[in-house]
């Protein structure tokens, strides 16, 4: 998990450094109409799940309040494979003070004009610069993919984090009325397992509450 919010945080930091434009890519119309609309969402949640274990090991939720004030918490569950136990880690903000599970306390401020960066539809990774192929498929139900493999030695040249990536692939599956309904992401490593999520957006606008038990 610890390199999927890697790849995450590359991400912003490339977007920000703006990475050329290609000619447009199979899907990158279909898929930025994804990233923009999650973009303005008042509110929603992001499942995040290990496809190795079929469970969802991270939950990011989102909403604002009245006054533009935004609250979240970001709920991550995973098997320490020392203790054979299962630990959960928490970042969650209040509307004043972001608190960790760790025990730490900030003071913080996010609104709808400055929002939490997990919530404006970066986990989507999304970087039409660094793809190398960009494929167009249909399942065997009508649905649409779009698959984007990326260079990875482009990749590997623009983070250490990402210096031992051998592949690196997404895909977005859009439905037969063409609405949005999971991305996958799979990277092979050298000298390390792969991994493999899938990221799916649910209660769209829907959130009304978000307390941290």
Known sequence: MKKFLSAILILLTLTACGIGEPALLVGQAEIQSVIDAAASMNSGRYVIT??????????????????????????????????????????YFD???????????????????????????????????????????????????????????????????????LTFRTTYLFDTEGNFLVMTEHITYENEPPSDYQIEIIDRNAVTEIILD
């Open 50 to 91: 290990n496809l190795a274990t079929g469970e969802p090991q991270e939950v990011f939720s989102f909403m604002f309040t009245e006054d533009g004030t935004q609250i979240w918490l970001d709920e991550t569950e995973y098997r320490d494979a020392s203790t054979g136990e299962y630990v959960r880690e928490y970042r």
């Open 95 to 165: 509307g004043t003070v972001e608190k960790s599970s760790d025990g730490s306390e900030t003071t913080a401020s996010y609104t709808k004009d400055e929002p939490y960066q997990m919530s404006t539809g970066v986990l989507l990774f999304f970087i039409p610069g660094l793809v190398e192929t960009a494929v167009e498929s249909t399942t065997d139900d009508g649905f649409t993919v779009y698959t984007w493999d990326y260079d990875a030695k482009k990749l590997r040249e623009q983070s250490s984090a990402l210096a031992n990536v």
